[in-house]
């Protein structure tokens, strides 16, 4: 399994996404983790950038939401409970990886 973060430089939320996946990745050394930095509005196009950080599972942004286009702002994600963050809960991030 492949993942990609792309984020845009110093996104405040990175941090807190790396720190909901790590645990989740520990012992599973068929998950390799590419983060990307997206400076330009093409990159973000290119690769699938909804907003920052994006995180994508074999290419696939299984966070996407209909109606959100490329974009290098902050993203914020709805968590089971209703709450924005910046980030996927654990549970969330647990789930996609297990589809």
């Given at each position: 399994?492949?993942?990609?973060?792309?984020?845009?430089?110093?996104?405040?939320?990175?941090?807190?996404?790396?720190?909901?996946?790590?645990?989740?990745?520990?012992?599973?050394?068929?998950?390799?983790?590419?983060?990307?930095?997206?400076?330009?509005l093409e990159q973000a196009q290119?690769?699938?950038?909804?907003?920052?950080?994006?995180?994508?599972?074999?290419?696939?942004?299984?966070?996407?939401?209909?109606?959100?286009?490329?974009?290098?702002?902050?993203?914020?994600?709805?968590?089971?409970t209703g709450s924005l963050e910046?980030?996927?809960?654990?549970?969330?991030l647990r789930q996609a990886l297990?589809?």
């Open positions: 399994m492949e993942i990609t973060v792309l984020s845009v430089p110093d996104c405040p939320n990175l941090t807190l996404l790396s720190e909901r996946l790590a645990p989740l990745l520990k012992g599973r050394p068929d998950v390799h983790v590419i983060y990307r930095t997206v400076e330009q290119a690769w699938g950038m909804t907003g920052s950080p994006t995180l994508l599972i074999n290419g696939r942004d299984l966070f996407a939401e209909p109606g959100h286009t490329a974009s290098l702002s902050c993203r914020l994600y709805r968590t089971e910046g980030a996927p809960s654990t549970e969330q297990e589809r």
